[in-house]
Protein backbone atom coordinates (compact mmCIF):
# COMPACT_ATOMS: atom_id res chain seq x y z
CA UNK A 1 0.00 0.00 0.00
CA UNK A 2 2.88 2.56 0.65
CA UNK A 3 4.52 2.02 -2.68
CA UNK A 4 0.90 2.72 -4.00
CA UNK A 5 1.03 5.80 -2.10
CA UNK A 6 4.57 6.60 -3.06
CA UNK A 7 3.87 5.96 -6.95
CA UNK A 8 0.57 8.18 -6.66
CA UNK A 9 2.70 11.60 -5.21
CA UNK A 10 5.10 10.54 -7.53
CA UNK A 11 2.72 11.45 -10.44
CA UNK A 12 0.66 14.03 -9.29
CA UNK A 13 4.45 15.88 -8.17
CA UNK A 14 5.45 15.00 -11.96
CA UNK A 15 2.30 16.15 -13.35
CA UNK A 16 2.51 19.58 -11.60
CA UNK A 17 5.72 20.07 -12.50
CA UNK A 18 4.94 19.18 -16.00
CA UNK A 19 1.72 21.70 -16.25
CA UNK A 20 4.32 24.50 -14.12
CA UNK A 21 6.86 24.00 -17.55
CA UNK A 22 3.93 24.08 -19.93
CA UNK A 23 1.97 26.88 -18.31
CA UNK A 24 5.80 28.94 -18.08
CA UNK A 25 6.66 27.61 -21.70
CA UNK A 26 2.43 29.63 -23.01
CA UNK A 27 3.59 32.41 -21.23
CA UNK A 28 7.29 33.08 -22.28
CA UNK A 29 7.96 35.99 -24.69
CA UNK A 30 9.56 35.57 -27.66
CA UNK A 31 8.91 38.61 -29.08
CA UNK A 32 6.91 41.95 -28.61
CA UNK A 33 3.60 41.14 -27.25
CA UNK A 34 0.85 43.20 -27.06
CA UNK A 35 -0.66 42.52 -23.53
CA UNK A 36 -3.36 45.18 -23.31
CA UNK A 37 -5.47 47.12 -25.13
CA UNK A 38 -8.03 50.67 -24.98
CA UNK A 39 -9.48 53.17 -26.54
CA UNK A 40 -10.76 56.50 -26.33
CA UNK A 41 -13.62 56.92 -28.54
CA UNK A 42 -12.84 59.85 -31.18
CA UNK A 43 -16.03 61.63 -30.13
CA UNK A 44 -15.24 62.11 -26.70
CA UNK A 45 -15.89 65.93 -25.38
CA UNK A 46 -15.13 67.63 -22.01
CA UNK A 47 -16.68 70.34 -20.97
CA UNK A 48 -15.78 73.71 -22.33
CA UNK A 49 -16.53 76.73 -25.17
CA UNK A 50 -17.44 76.00 -28.60
CA UNK A 51 -14.74 74.70 -30.61
CA UNK A 52 -13.53 73.71 -33.98
CA UNK A 53 -14.99 76.66 -35.97
CA UNK A 54 -12.12 77.01 -37.99
CA UNK A 55 -11.93 73.44 -39.51
CA UNK A 56 -14.55 71.91 -42.11
CA UNK A 57 -16.39 68.82 -42.06
CA UNK A 58 -14.17 65.71 -42.54
CA UNK A 59 -14.59 61.88 -42.39
CA UNK A 60 -17.98 62.40 -41.41
CA UNK A 61 -17.57 64.73 -38.91
CA UNK A 62 -19.19 67.96 -38.45
CA UNK A 63 -18.04 71.04 -37.13
CA UNK A 64 -18.04 73.00 -35.13
CA UNK A 65 -18.31 71.00 -31.72
CA UNK A 66 -20.59 72.16 -28.34
CA UNK A 67 -17.34 71.61 -26.02
CA UNK A 68 -14.07 70.66 -26.31
CA UNK A 69 -12.50 66.72 -27.95
CA UNK A 70 -10.70 65.35 -25.78
CA UNK A 71 -8.05 63.86 -28.68
CA UNK A 72 -4.53 64.50 -30.24
CA UNK A 73 -2.62 62.73 -27.81
CA UNK A 74 0.67 63.69 -28.19
CA UNK A 75 2.24 63.02 -24.43
CA UNK A 76 1.56 60.90 -21.33
CA UNK A 77 2.79 60.34 -18.58
CA UNK A 78 1.88 57.89 -15.21
CA UNK A 79 0.22 58.73 -11.80
CA UNK A 80 1.23 56.79 -8.47
CA UNK A 81 -2.94 55.71 -9.17
CA UNK A 82 -2.98 54.05 -12.00
CA UNK A 83 -4.22 56.75 -13.81
CA UNK A 84 -2.67 58.32 -16.46
CA UNK A 85 -2.23 62.30 -17.41
CA UNK A 86 -2.33 62.78 -21.01
CA UNK A 87 -2.01 66.00 -23.32
CA UNK A 88 -3.22 66.75 -26.59
CA UNK A 89 -1.19 68.92 -28.97
CA UNK A 90 -2.65 72.42 -30.91
CA UNK A 91 -5.92 70.40 -31.52
CA UNK A 92 -6.50 71.08 -35.06
CA UNK A 93 -2.77 71.37 -36.04
CA UNK A 94 -2.19 74.84 -37.28
CA UNK A 95 -2.35 78.09 -35.19
CA UNK A 96 -4.97 79.75 -37.39
CA UNK A 97 -7.26 77.01 -37.17
CA UNK A 98 -6.89 76.64 -33.21
CA UNK A 99 -7.70 79.58 -31.50
CA UNK A 100 -10.76 77.72 -29.64
CA UNK A 101 -9.00 74.48 -28.73
CA UNK A 102 -8.06 75.16 -25.08
CA UNK A 103 -4.92 73.53 -24.10
CA UNK A 104 -4.94 70.88 -20.98
CA UNK A 105 -3.71 67.61 -19.57
CA UNK A 106 -6.47 65.44 -18.87
CA UNK A 107 -6.29 62.60 -16.11
CA UNK A 108 -7.84 59.23 -17.61
CA UNK A 109 -7.96 56.04 -15.93
CA UNK A 110 -7.99 53.19 -18.53
CA UNK A 111 -9.55 49.42 -17.56
CA UNK A 112 -7.46 47.04 -20.10
CA UNK A 113 -8.45 44.25 -22.26
CA UNK A 114 -5.89 41.75 -21.67
CA UNK A 115 -5.92 37.63 -21.80
CA UNK A 116 -7.99 36.90 -18.73
CA UNK A 117 -10.11 41.11 -18.89
CA UNK A 118 -12.88 40.91 -21.99
CA UNK A 119 -13.89 44.54 -21.15
CA UNK A 120 -12.16 48.04 -21.79
CA UNK A 121 -12.39 50.86 -21.89
CA UNK A 122 -10.95 54.66 -20.77
CA UNK A 123 -12.68 57.36 -18.39
CA UNK A 124 -12.07 60.54 -18.73
CA UNK A 125 -11.45 61.39 -14.64
CA UNK A 126 -11.13 65.79 -15.07
CA UNK A 127 -8.39 68.31 -16.84
CA UNK A 128 -5.60 70.65 -15.68
CA UNK A 129 -6.08 73.57 -17.78
CA UNK A 130 -3.03 75.46 -18.63
CA UNK A 131 -2.68 79.45 -18.35
CA UNK A 132 -0.71 82.35 -18.09
CA UNK A 133 -2.55 84.56 -15.43
CA UNK A 134 0.79 86.37 -14.52
CA UNK A 135 1.29 87.57 -18.06
CA UNK A 136 5.19 85.59 -18.41
CA UNK A 137 4.14 85.42 -22.37
CA UNK A 138 6.22 87.93 -24.17
CA UNK A 139 4.06 88.09 -26.92
CA UNK A 140 0.00 88.45 -27.86
CA UNK A 141 -1.86 85.35 -26.97
CA UNK A 142 -5.41 84.51 -28.24
CA UNK A 143 -7.44 85.16 -24.68
CA UNK A 144 -4.43 88.08 -23.71
CA UNK A 145 -7.57 90.55 -22.56
CA UNK A 146 -8.87 87.90 -19.96
CA UNK A 147 -8.19 87.65 -16.68
CA UNK A 148 -7.28 83.56 -16.43
CA UNK A 149 -5.65 83.80 -19.69
CA UNK A 150 -6.33 79.89 -20.94
CA UNK A 151 -3.77 78.99 -23.00
CA UNK A 152 -4.98 77.89 -27.09
CA UNK A 153 -3.58 75.92 -29.69
CA UNK A 154 -3.18 79.62 -31.63
CA UNK A 155 -0.68 80.24 -28.56
CA UNK A 156 1.42 77.33 -28.31
CA UNK A 157 1.60 73.56 -29.70
CA UNK A 158 2.47 71.60 -26.60
CA UNK A 159 3.92 67.99 -27.65
CA UNK A 160 5.98 66.93 -25.02
CA UNK A 161 5.67 66.45 -21.26
CA UNK A 162 7.64 65.46 -17.84
CA UNK A 163 7.10 66.11 -14.69
CA UNK A 164 9.71 66.82 -12.11
CA UNK A 165 10.03 66.00 -8.39
CA UNK A 166 7.57 69.67 -6.99
CA UNK A 167 5.17 68.75 -8.86
CA UNK A 168 5.60 70.64 -11.65
CA UNK A 169 5.22 70.11 -15.59
CA UNK A 170 7.87 71.08 -18.20
CA UNK A 171 6.13 71.00 -21.73
CA UNK A 172 8.13 71.04 -25.35
CA UNK A 173 6.31 73.27 -27.69
CA UNK A 174 6.38 73.05 -31.28
CA UNK A 175 5.89 76.46 -32.53
CA UNK A 176 8.56 78.23 -30.69
CA UNK A 177 10.07 76.29 -30.31
CA UNK A 178 9.69 77.01 -26.19
CA UNK A 179 10.05 74.82 -23.21
CA UNK A 180 7.57 75.79 -20.62
CA UNK A 181 7.21 75.30 -17.00
CA UNK A 182 3.95 75.00 -15.45
CA UNK A 183 2.90 74.48 -12.06
CA UNK A 184 0.83 71.29 -11.09
CA UNK A 185 -2.36 73.40 -11.02
CA UNK A 186 -1.36 74.44 -15.10
CA UNK A 187 -0.33 78.00 -13.96
CA UNK A 188 2.72 78.90 -16.30
CA UNK A 189 5.60 80.14 -13.66
CA UNK A 190 8.67 81.19 -16.06
CA UNK A 191 8.38 82.83 -19.13
CA UNK A 192 9.41 80.43 -22.22
CA UNK A 193 12.51 79.57 -22.50
CA UNK A 194 13.72 80.13 -26.35
CA UNK A 195 16.07 77.64 -27.98
CA UNK A 196 19.82 78.69 -28.38
CA UNK A 197 21.74 77.19 -31.40
CA UNK A 198 25.17 75.68 -29.55
CA UNK A 199 26.49 74.89 -32.92
CA UNK A 200 26.97 78.40 -33.95
CA UNK A 201 27.67 80.74 -30.89
CA UNK A 202 23.84 80.09 -29.02
CA UNK A 203 21.98 82.24 -31.75
CA UNK A 204 18.17 81.82 -31.98
CA UNK A 205 16.83 78.97 -33.30
CA UNK A 206 12.88 79.38 -34.51
CA UNK A 207 10.41 77.73 -36.44
CA UNK A 208 8.32 80.22 -39.32
CA UNK A 209 5.55 80.37 -36.38
CA UNK A 210 7.83 81.81 -33.58
CA UNK A 211 5.14 84.31 -32.59
CA UNK A 212 8.82 87.05 -32.11
CA UNK A 213 9.15 86.50 -35.01
CA UNK A 214 6.39 88.18 -35.94
CA UNK A 215 6.69 90.92 -33.87
CA UNK A 216 10.34 91.65 -33.27
CA UNK A 217 12.21 94.14 -34.77
CA UNK A 218 15.14 92.07 -36.05
CA UNK A 219 13.33 88.80 -36.55
CA UNK A 220 15.65 85.27 -37.20
CA UNK A 221 15.60 83.51 -40.35
CA UNK A 222 13.77 80.41 -39.01
CA UNK A 223 16.17 77.07 -39.09
CA UNK A 224 13.78 75.10 -37.78
CA UNK A 225 10.97 73.70 -40.16
CA UNK A 226 7.55 74.45 -40.03
CA UNK A 227 5.97 71.92 -37.81
CA UNK A 228 9.75 70.76 -37.22
CA UNK A 229 10.19 72.15 -33.48
CA UNK A 230 10.33 69.96 -30.14
CA UNK A 231 8.37 66.55 -30.16
CA UNK A 232 9.86 64.58 -27.55
CA UNK A 233 11.43 65.49 -24.79
CA UNK A 234 13.07 62.69 -22.15
CA UNK A 235 14.24 63.45 -18.70
CA UNK A 236 17.03 62.33 -17.33
CA UNK A 237 16.40 59.46 -14.24
CA UNK A 238 17.87 61.92 -11.58
CA UNK A 239 16.02 64.43 -12.73
CA UNK A 240 18.71 66.96 -13.79
CA UNK A 241 18.47 67.31 -17.13
CA UNK A 242 15.44 67.36 -20.23
CA UNK A 243 16.69 66.23 -23.90
CA UNK A 244 14.18 68.00 -26.01
CA UNK A 245 14.46 66.12 -29.44
CA UNK A 246 13.39 68.39 -32.80
CA UNK A 247 10.63 66.64 -34.90
CA UNK A 248 12.54 67.18 -38.44
CA UNK A 249 16.12 68.13 -39.27
CA UNK A 250 17.25 71.79 -39.70
CA UNK A 251 16.84 73.46 -43.10
CA UNK A 252 20.32 74.37 -42.87
CA UNK A 253 21.01 70.54 -42.31
CA UNK A 254 23.40 68.59 -44.70
CA UNK A 255 22.36 65.12 -43.43
CA UNK A 256 18.96 63.61 -42.40
CA UNK A 257 19.46 64.13 -38.78
CA UNK A 258 17.44 65.32 -36.09
CA UNK A 259 19.42 67.79 -32.80
CA UNK A 260 18.27 66.43 -29.60
CA UNK A 261 19.71 69.44 -26.86
CA UNK A 262 20.26 69.52 -23.58
CA UNK A 263 18.30 71.70 -20.78
CA UNK A 264 19.72 72.28 -16.80
CA UNK A 265 16.55 72.26 -14.53
CA UNK A 266 18.34 73.59 -11.61
CA UNK A 267 19.95 76.29 -14.03
CA UNK A 268 17.16 76.44 -16.09
CA UNK A 269 19.36 77.08 -19.23
CA UNK A 270 20.57 75.17 -21.76
CA UNK A 271 23.90 73.48 -21.59
CA UNK A 272 26.53 73.06 -23.75
CA UNK A 273 26.01 69.51 -24.75
CA UNK A 274 24.09 68.47 -27.74
CA UNK A 275 23.63 64.99 -29.71
CA UNK A 276 22.05 64.00 -32.93
CA UNK A 277 19.58 61.19 -34.15
CA UNK A 278 20.50 59.91 -37.43
CA UNK A 279 16.97 58.92 -39.24
CA UNK A 280 16.41 55.88 -40.99
CA UNK A 281 16.66 56.17 -44.80
CA UNK A 282 12.62 55.21 -44.95
CA UNK A 283 11.45 57.53 -41.76
CA UNK A 284 10.34 61.08 -41.62
CA UNK A 285 10.66 62.27 -38.34
CA UNK A 286 10.11 61.15 -34.57
CA UNK A 287 6.64 60.83 -31.96
CA UNK A 288 8.57 61.03 -28.01
CA UNK A 289 11.51 60.31 -26.36
CA UNK A 290 12.01 58.50 -23.02
CA UNK A 291 15.19 57.89 -21.14
CA UNK A 292 15.51 54.27 -18.72
CA UNK A 293 18.57 55.54 -17.45
CA UNK A 294 21.39 58.18 -17.63
CA UNK A 295 22.49 57.62 -21.19
CA UNK A 296 19.96 55.21 -22.53
CA UNK A 297 16.45 55.83 -24.06
CA UNK A 298 13.82 54.75 -26.79
CA UNK A 299 12.93 56.83 -29.39
CA UNK A 300 9.74 56.45 -31.43
CA UNK A 301 10.52 57.15 -35.35
CA UNK A 302 7.83 56.76 -37.97
CA UNK A 303 7.19 57.68 -41.29
CA UNK A 304 4.66 60.29 -42.47
CA UNK A 305 1.95 57.44 -44.20
CA UNK A 306 -1.39 55.94 -42.22
CA UNK A 307 -3.19 52.58 -42.73
CA UNK A 308 -1.92 50.31 -45.21
CA UNK A 309 0.31 52.48 -47.03
CA UNK A 310 1.98 52.77 -43.02
CA UNK A 311 5.96 51.15 -43.69
CA UNK A 312 8.04 52.12 -41.19
CA UNK A 313 6.95 52.99 -37.20
CA UNK A 314 9.33 51.49 -34.79
CA UNK A 315 10.65 51.81 -31.93
CA UNK A 316 14.69 52.68 -31.85
CA UNK A 317 16.97 52.51 -28.63
CA UNK A 318 19.55 55.06 -28.26
CA UNK A 319 22.47 55.41 -26.32
CA UNK A 320 23.75 58.90 -25.63
CA UNK A 321 27.39 59.22 -27.22
CA UNK A 322 30.14 61.88 -27.46
CA UNK A 323 28.54 65.86 -27.05
CA UNK A 324 28.26 66.41 -31.12
CA UNK A 325 28.09 63.02 -31.91
CA UNK A 326 25.26 60.83 -33.27
CA UNK A 327 23.51 58.42 -30.74
CA UNK A 328 23.92 54.80 -30.75
CA UNK A 329 20.98 53.23 -32.18
CA UNK A 330 19.19 49.78 -32.90
CA UNK A 331 15.91 48.68 -33.33
CA UNK A 332 14.12 47.70 -30.37
CA UNK A 333 10.37 46.94 -31.87
CA UNK A 334 8.80 47.11 -35.33
CA UNK A 335 5.13 48.44 -34.47
CA UNK A 336 3.95 47.69 -37.78
CA UNK A 337 4.75 43.59 -36.71
CA UNK A 338 3.25 43.16 -32.77
CA UNK A 339 2.52 40.10 -31.47
CA UNK A 340 -0.90 39.45 -30.55
CA UNK A 341 -1.56 35.70 -29.65
CA UNK A 342 -4.67 37.13 -27.55
CA UNK A 343 -6.51 38.57 -29.88
CA UNK A 344 -6.73 41.75 -27.78
CA UNK A 345 -8.33 44.96 -30.45
CA UNK A 346 -12.07 45.18 -29.46
CA UNK A 347 -14.70 46.52 -31.08
CA UNK A 348 -13.98 45.42 -34.51
CA UNK A 349 -15.23 46.84 -38.01
CA UNK A 350 -15.17 46.26 -41.48
CA UNK A 351 -11.79 47.23 -42.89
CA UNK A 352 -9.95 47.51 -39.56
CA UNK A 353 -6.38 47.22 -40.74
CA UNK A 354 -3.70 45.34 -38.21
CA UNK A 355 -5.92 44.09 -35.64
CA UNK A 356 -5.11 40.75 -35.92
CA UNK A 357 -2.31 38.38 -34.73
CA UNK A 358 -0.05 40.23 -36.26
CA UNK A 359 -0.93 43.61 -34.65
CA UNK A 360 -0.29 47.07 -36.42
CA UNK A 361 0.05 50.61 -35.06
CA UNK A 362 -0.56 51.86 -38.94
CA UNK A 363 -1.20 55.72 -37.84
CA UNK A 364 0.72 58.80 -39.18
CA UNK A 365 1.35 59.77 -35.31
CA UNK A 366 2.36 57.57 -32.81
CA UNK A 367 3.33 60.39 -30.47
CA UNK A 368 3.24 59.06 -26.74
CA UNK A 369 5.37 56.53 -24.56
CA UNK A 370 5.84 55.80 -21.20
CA UNK A 371 8.66 53.00 -19.95
CA UNK A 372 6.21 51.46 -17.23
CA UNK A 373 9.16 49.06 -16.24
CA UNK A 374 12.27 47.67 -17.94
CA UNK A 375 10.09 45.03 -19.70
CA UNK A 376 6.67 46.82 -20.14
CA UNK A 377 6.03 49.96 -22.85
CA UNK A 378 2.48 52.10 -22.93
CA UNK A 379 2.39 53.91 -26.88
CA UNK A 380 -0.76 56.15 -27.40
CA UNK A 381 -1.59 57.41 -30.55
CA UNK A 382 -2.53 60.74 -31.70
CA UNK A 383 -5.76 60.42 -33.83
CA UNK A 384 -5.45 64.41 -34.94
CA UNK A 385 -9.37 64.27 -34.98
CA UNK A 386 -11.40 64.62 -36.75
CA UNK A 387 -8.73 63.87 -39.85
CA UNK A 388 -6.71 60.27 -39.59
CA UNK A 389 -8.19 57.16 -40.60
CA UNK A 390 -4.88 54.89 -39.76
CA UNK A 391 -6.94 52.13 -38.60
CA UNK A 392 -9.56 52.02 -40.88
CA UNK A 393 -10.16 54.07 -43.92
CA UNK A 394 -13.84 54.78 -43.78
CA UNK A 395 -13.70 56.33 -40.15
CA UNK A 396 -11.74 58.72 -38.18
CA UNK A 397 -9.30 57.18 -35.68
CA UNK A 398 -9.94 56.95 -31.97
CA UNK A 399 -7.13 57.11 -29.50
CA UNK A 400 -5.57 53.92 -29.08
CA UNK A 401 -3.68 52.77 -25.76
CA UNK A 402 -1.71 49.99 -25.98
CA UNK A 403 0.71 48.15 -23.58
CA UNK A 404 3.44 45.59 -24.97
CA UNK A 405 5.75 43.35 -23.35
CA UNK A 406 9.66 43.06 -24.11
CA UNK A 407 11.22 39.76 -24.50
CA UNK A 408 14.10 40.85 -22.37
CA UNK A 409 14.75 43.71 -20.07
CA UNK A 410 15.84 46.92 -21.40
CA UNK A 411 19.50 47.56 -20.17
Do not use: C
Not at 8 to 36: C, H, M, W
Not at 107 to 116: I, N, S
Amino acid sequence: MKNHISILIGLLASTAFTTSVLAKSIDKIEQPTLVSFAKLPANTFAAGPISGTKIEEKNNIRPPFKSQPVQGFSAALKNKDGSYLLMPDNGYGTQDNSADFLLRIYRVKPEFRTKTQAHSEIKVLDFIQLRDPNRLIPFGITQGQTEARLLTGADFDPESIQRVADGSFWIGDEFGPYLLHFSAEGILLDPPFSLPDPTHNNSPLRSPQNQLNRTAQNPVTPQVQRSGGFEGMALSPNQRYLYPILEKPLTTSTKNQLMIFQFDLVKKQYTPNYYFFELDKNATNIGDFQMFSHKDGIIIERDANQGEKSAYKKLIQVKLKQKGQPVERKTLVDLLHIDNPHLLYSNHTAGDIGTTRDFKMPFETIESLIIESPKKLTLLNDNNYPFSTGRNPSEVDANEMIQIQLPRPLR
